[in-house]
């Protein structure tokens, strides 16, 4: 498609539930970045992957955020025991160029997912 | 530490007014910069993006400029229409400890254009 398109729009779990998103990116883009963005703040980094493989994961929480990019499925981001403070809007953004010297390409933004911890 | 600065936190103008968003980047080595707007519930839009060696790039009524000497960056609006209201986000593209590339967001600015 010609957008990234993020399932769902909105997500409410308990405390303590697991919370599963959705990104398909842009087709023809190799890379798919995941932001995490609290109370309208700056945008915080979580991974990245070129096509399937992982290229940047240093954002992760890695003890309860786990994420995929599998072939002809859309990407996913997986938090296992929620907490209060996950709640925030996740975004994904695809790109054609990764992050690197030179001006590279836009990132092209979802309209994220607002993600709820009661 | 790489960082982002972006003021005003906020501005309201009328429209029809010119107004300029500021970007101050402590970030290096640097690649380049990025101006994004949000409109609410939205995701970013691409506006510009500069290389260090670019000192001006415009996309319709949005001119963003760049001084790498000081590390400064604004972003011009003219005309400012109500659609504008949105916040402006200011984005570096700089080299990480683990030696990959990482983009540094600013925490933005709020605009309002009121009619």
């Known amino acids: 498609g010609e957008e990234v398109a993020q399932t769902p729009k909105h997500l409410v779990r308990g405390e303590g539930q697991k919370a599963k998103l959705y990104c398909a990116p842009i087709?023809?883009?190799?890379?798919v970045f995941w932001y995490q963005q609290v109370l309208k703040n700056e945008f915080k980094f979580l991974i990245s992957?070129?096509?399937?493989?992982?290229?940047?994961e240093t954002g992760m929480p890695k003890e309860r955020f786990s994420a995929k990019c599998l072939p002809n499925s859309p990407c996913s981001l997986e938090i296992q025991a929620t907490k209060l403070e996950d709640s925030a809007v996740y975004f994904c953004?695809?790109?054609?160029?990764?992050?690197?010297?030179?001006?590279?390409?836009?990132?092209?933004f979802g309209d994220g997912t607002r993600l709820s911890i009661l | 530490k790489n960082q982002v600065e972006q003021s005003p936190q906020s501005l309201i103008i009328l429209e029809g007014k010119n107004c300029t968003l500021q970007?101050?980047?402590?970030?290096?080595?640097?690649?380049?910069l990025r101006w994004y707007k949000q409109d609410t519930g939205r995701g970013p839009v691409s506006l510009t993006i500069?290389?260090?060696?670019?000192n001006t790039k415009s996309n319709g009524r949005y001119t963003a400029t760049l001084d790498a000497d000081t590390k400064q960056s604004s972003l011009h609006i003219t005309a400012s229409q109500l659609s504008d209201s949105a916040s402006y986000i200011c984005?570096?593209?700089?080299?990480?400890?683990?030696?990959?590339?990482?983009?540094?967001f600013g925490t933005g600015t709020r605009l309002k254009v009121l009619a």
């Open positions: 500069m290389t260090f060696s670019e």
């Open positions: 953004a695809s790109s054609q160029s990764g992050v690197g010297g030179g001006a590279g390409q836009p990132q092209h």
């Open positions: 984005v570096v593209s700089a080299l990480g400890p683990s030696g990959t590339y990482k983009y540094i």
């Open positions: 087709k023809g883009h190799s890379y």
């Open positions: 970007c101050n980047y402590t970030v290096s080595p640097f690649s380049n």
């Open positions: 992957f070129q096509n399937e493989n992982v290229f940047d």
